[in-house]
RNA sequence: GGCGGCGUAGCCAAGUGGUAAGGCAGGGGACUGCAAAUCCCUUAUUCGGCGGUUCGAUUCCGCCCGCCGCCUCCA
């Protein structure tokens, strides 16, 4: 039984599908006018873990992720870039996808554009008007959020509360301060598609409503984004879609928690970001996603280089486990029982913090003290030299579990187990030959390919039953 | 001002009405020809402060202090 944190009633609760073993989910993409930064890299760790453990929970995942292709930021870029938007959007688009793959983000079931899906939104458009909850003024259309009396059920305001803060523009086409533009006329010079109320673009909002309702229909089970979504994003979706449909349009809504620098929230606007191919220059994919996933995604977790340092060591304590398995493989193997490592008791507690609302420090903590007894058992085994068959095996079976439980939880591991080309088998070539040279004690030269293979990123480990090595 | 969240060892971070996971750093040790790496052990009588409820609270309630976010675009 998965249970996760819905926003909407404030409330950890059981997760139940609407259909069948499916989630049909989806999560606010970026609008693409620049290159992602950790915050974006934060969202999308988030959600593809969470994607991830539904699959691993045998759930079959309908994951929508949008790209926002059309919006004033980006028109805006354009003219400073000199190219038309559409470049901006496909320049960015690209930087995004180079950057999902990087962090080895699951490819979402659809990633559709604003810009492929005008018809879809001036429909829904058109039939809001005609239900009487949108209006034309001047060629723009407005959602009249009086008629939804719902409205800030999601983001817990009151309407009233909202209309006290806000300031009146001049020359403001809305009845009421509060209504949101479901579509804006475009002025002079500026991009757009032809309409029943002017030659513009969709507003900001209701784009994830008619996308989502085209992949994932009328009612979906989970939306996602981040915190700083909710309104009025989000509580605008709601309002437009439910009012459309008069259905329930998200059936739990999932935010994960800013990224801050300084205790700052990382932003565009304050300037304080790091971006991902920045941070990914000096910091495998790996460590990045351990970082991100060292504090529950609800939480806020604050960015540094320091605290990336650390989640490096951190990582390489999982790694450095992973590569126990070739030691005991070499193992003699002793009569009796021994005292292998209960397994099956950490996979439990690895499961249950995953189902408790994806709970991936505590999850990350099990495997951890999973590594320590096995490390226990193999420290006491090489001293040995010897172990019992129910030992080794349950080695084997805290290796698999570690290494599956890291894959599920988004991790590459690569070149952890070793590489099968000619370099590894040249590598162990030296190896071969350096041991020889410390047989008969000559020493120089042992140390010398030490040396060598170390200027060439090659690490070599002693242990007793023999030499190991690791890129570095 | 309204709404929401947070405050746990040097740093990061889980967690529970019954007496504090884990990671990093520090200290000690094992291993080693030397080294590097690795591994093990160890570090909170205590969970921002003050009251209350309770047999018992870090965990529930109230007040206070400090920090943050949303209320405008934002993952």
């Known amino acids: 039984m998965i249970k996760l944190t819905d926003t909407l009633t404030e409330k950890k609760v059981e997760f139940k599908p609407l259909e069948g073993k499916a989630v049909k989910m989806y999560v606010c993409g970026p609008t693409v006018y620049d290159h992602a ?11 593809d873990v969470i994607r991830r453990w539904f699959e691993y929970r045998g759930y079959k995942v309908i994951f929508v992720r949008n790209y926002t292709d059309i919006d004033d930021k980006i028109i805006k870029r354009a003219k400073e870039e000199g190219i038309p938007w559409y470049e901006v959007a496909e320049k960015y688009i690209a930087s995004y996808e180079e950057d999902m793959k990087a962090l080895n983000v699951k490819e979402p079931t659809y990633k559709p554009r604003v810009s492929e899906h005008i018809r879809e939104i001036i429909e829904m458009i058109d039939g809001l008007i005609e239900k009487g909850y949108a209006y034309e003024s001047e060629g723009d259309v407005y959602f009249s959020v009086e008629k939804f009396p719902e409205y800030g059920k999601l983001s817990k305001r009151k309407t009233e509360e909202l209309l006290a803060g806000v300031r009146i523009e001049p020359g403001e086409k809305k009845r009421n301060p509060l209504d949101f533009a479901l579509w ?25 409503s008619a996308m989502s309702m085209k992949y994932l229909g009328e009612t979906m089970d989970i939306h996602g984004g981040g915190l700083d979504l909710i309104f009025p994003h989000h509580e605008n979706e709601i309002a437009q879609s439910e009012a459309y449909t008069g259905k329930t349009f998200a059936r739990y809504w999932v935010h994960n928690g800013f990224v801050m620098v300084n205790r700052e929230k990382m932003s565009k606007s304050l300037g304080n970001f790091f971006t991902v191919k920045e941070i990914l220059e000096k910091f495998s994919p790996d460590v990045l996603r351990l970082f991100l996933l060292s504090t529950h995604y609800r939480s806020p977790i604050d960015f540094s280089i320091e605290r990336l340092e650390e ?24 009569e009796g029982e021994g005292s292998p490592v ?12 995953m189902d408790d609302d994806f709970n991936t420090a505590r999850a990350l903590g099990a495997l951890f003290e999973l590594i320590r007894e096995a490390n226990l058992l193999k420290d006491r085994a090489l001293k040995e030299g010897k172990i019992t068959k129910a030992e080794k095996f349950s080695l084997l079976e805290a290796l698999d579990l570690v290494e599956g439980a890291l894959k599920t939880l988004g991790f590459r591991l690569e070149g952890e187990r070793g590489e099968k080309g000619i370099e590894d088998e040249l590598i162990k070539l030296l190896i071969e030959v350096r041991g020889e040279l410390r047989k008969k004690k000559e020493f120089a030269l042992a140390d010398l390919i030490r040396d060598r293979l170390k200027e060439l990123g090659i690490a070599l480990e002693d242990l007793p039953t023999g030499t190991v090595y690791k890129r570095i």
């Open 37 to 47: 930064h950790i915050g974006h890299a934060r969202s999308a760790v988030v959600f």
């Open 184 to 208: 804006k006329k475009s002025k002079e010079g500026e991009p757009g598609w032809e309409s029943p109320w002017s030659y513009g673009r969709p507003g900001w909002h209701i784009e994830c």
């Open 311 to 334: 989640a490096k060591r951190s990582f390489e304590r999982l790694t450095n486990f992973l590569r126990i398995r070739e030691v005991i493989e070499g193992l003699e193997i002793l």
């Open 342 to 353: 209960n397994v099956g008791a950490f996979r439990k507690e690895f499961e249950e913090a």
